[in-house]
């Protein structure tokens, strides 16, 4: 395994700053963070006028600009505060997740899995995502997430390890695993997705925030072969350390459609409550993803 110096450096550092965020109060923890990202924020034109142009692009001519610099703010400030409390995950607990998050989607879940089959849960970049399914798990439901592998093979193996000590399993995208999801969501485990991101390439057409895109189509093809439900669901942050995890809707797939026509209406379904969840909430989402689910912004 071939490290940069810099990539060691930045495991190292990262390392480091979790062992020191861990042993810390929930809030001071965050305020830490708070500052750093202010400032980080009012350094960076670029990123501001990316954001801005973005929320434009998202939300229509509605908001003036005052307000469409106050959401940009709290989706950056509320990034940062989901990076620390990532970074907490090797303290977190299932009754600290019981005291931060709206545990009534897990009631729902468990529902589905009376049926005696799995469930796929669904939410956007929104909120701290990863305590979803953390509160998924910690309250007894076996829960699988599709990762991304990380350039970074130092921060990859952590990451991972983190995972493992939650007791989540992640598998790995462009893993041979990725085949035998089907058969364990209809042996009853749960699946959890974030379908926001633009697809590279064999994407399903879709219409989100006003805009046509395409998106992977993983949920929809998991739901059809493994003949099991989809939760759509928002996490939002309300306050500094306050979670609320919503269900926002419920589609399954449909075998009289052939399976192009069936993704299509199920991605399209889960991608219109999120676009709901996305301009209730702006400053919840996560402007900031590489992978533009919208693609190019227009330019002013």
Do not use: C
């Not at 049926?115 to 399914?133: C, D, K, S």
């Not at 992977?216 to 093809?221: E, I, K, Q, S, T």
């Not at 991608?271 to 002013?300: C, Q, T």
Request: proline share 7%; hydrophobic share 45%; net charge positive.
């Amino acid at each position: 395994m071939k490290v940069k110096p810099t990539q060691f450096l930045e495991y190292v550092v990262l390392r480091a700053a979790s062992g020191l965020l861990v042993r810390l109060p929930h809030r001071v923890a965050l305020a830490l963070a708070w500052g750093p990202a202010r400032l980080g924020f009012s350094v960076s034109k670029s990123l501001r006028v990316r954001t801005l142009r973005r929320l434009r692009q998202g939300l229509g001519p509605a908001p003036t600009d005052r307000q469409l610099r106050r959401i940009a703010w709290l989706a950056f400030r509320n990034l940062a505060f989901t990076a620390v409390e990532g970074m907490r995950l090797p303290g977190v607990t299932p009754a600290w997740v019981a005291r931060h998050i709206n545990l009534d989607p897990v009631r729902k879940a468990r529902a589905e899995l009376a049926q005696g089959r799995g469930v796929i849960v669904v939410v956007p970049h929104m909120g701290n995502w990863e305590l979803a399914g953390i509160a998924l798990h910690s309250q007894g439901l076996r829960l699988m997430v599709l990762a991304r592998r990380q350039k970074n093979p130092l921060m990859n193996a952590w990451i991972n390890r983190i995972r493992v000590s939650t007791g989540v399993e992640a598998i790995e995208n462009r893993s041979r695993a990725i085949r035998e999801i089907p058969g364990k969501l209809a042996a009853g485990q749960v699946l959890a997705l974030l379908p926001d991101v633009r697809a590279k390439g064999g994407g399903v057409p879709v219409r989100f925030l006003g805009v046509e895109t395409t998106v992977p189509p993983g949920a929809a093809r998991y739901a059809r072969a493994a003949g099991v439900p989809i939760i759509v669901a928002e996490v939002l942050r309300r306050g500094w350390v306050q979670h609320d995890w919503r269900i926002t809707g419920r589609v399954e797939s449909d075998p009289a459609l052939d399976e192009q026509a069936d993704r299509r209406q199920i991605m399209q379904y889960v991608m219109d409550r999120l676009g709901e969840s996305v301009r209730a909430h702006p400053e919840n989402y996560f402007w900031f993803n590489k992978r533009w689910i919208l693609g190019k912004e227009p330019r002013p």
